[in-house]
């Protein structure tokens, strides 16, 4: 099996605290990722909500913003698995009225394999290093980057919103990636990897039943093993 990408959604947060984010009708059993980007603020947190659906912050992912060299802005991922049929909503929040750029993708079954932990990028045109531990993991990059596009042969873009893209690639190796961009600057970028996910099934191979007559050991039997009484 392999990671299936089955949708991308994005939505200007246009300076909100709260942006319901309209998205096809999910699959039952998918994985949804979703990324808060927020401007000209520090330290803003950021959640996602669905009915149905619960949401937790990809933990070590959180770029509470800097304003090292005068662009200030930051972001976060949170994780929704084994989601129900047909949710068609999920809702960005922010703490502060600076949301700015948000994503959602929808996932066959994933877990996470490896935050990347946000961080700006000075005179650059690469993004920040996404590592993972499986070839067969998906990377998922977000960005506020100041109207820069995302240009890279082995990311795929997933749009831009209000000038800020995001992009995901399937590596096929563990050497550690990150998407370029076509102009260097300033970029504010929080990612991760994430590898599929296959539960576990329990199968019962027999029974047996005994009378409440004595001990563990001392209890006599009902009956023969896997014969219904």
């Known amino acids: 099996m392999a990671i299936t990408l089955r949708n991308v ?3 200007g947060a246009s300076a909100s605290t709260a942006v319901a984010v309209t998205i ?3 699959t039952l059993g998918s994985t949804l990722i979703a990324s808060g980007g927020f401007w000209n603020a520090l330290n ?5 909500t669905a009915s149905g659906a619960t949401f937790n912050q990809v933990s070590g992912v959180y770029f509470p913003g800097t304003n090292a060299n005068g662009f200030i802005a930051g972001g976060d991922f949170f994780i929704a698995q084994n989601v129900p049929a047909g949710i068609t909503e ?5 703490s502060s009225a600076n949301g700015d750029s948000i994503f959602i993708w929808e ?17 650059t045109t690469s993004g920040i290093t996404i590592n993972n531990t499986s070839a067969g993991s998906i990377l998922i990059e977000a960005t506020i980057s100041n109207g820069s596009a995302l240009v890279n042969s082995v990311f795929t873009s997933d749009g831009a919103v209000n000038g800020n893209p995001a992009g995901h690639m399937f590596p096929g190796d563990t050497t ?22 296959i539960p576990y099934t329990v199968n019962q191979y027999g029974f047996r039943f005994r009378y409440d007559d004595g001990s563990e050991t001392t209890a006599t039997w009902v009956a023969a093993q896997n014969v219904s009484i």
């Open 9 to 11: 959604s994005s939505q």
């Open 24 to 26: 096809p009708s999910t």
């Open 44 to 48: 803003v947190t950021v959640g996602a």
């Open 90 to 94: 999920v809702t960005v929040t922010f």
């Open 107 to 123: 996932l066959s079954p994933v877990v996470l394999d490896t935050a990347a932990t946000g961080a700006e990028r000075t005179g």
């Open 176 to 197: 550690g990636h990150a998407p370029g961009f076509n102009t260097s600057g300033i970029y504010e970028c929080w990612g991760a990897s994430f590898k599929e996910y």
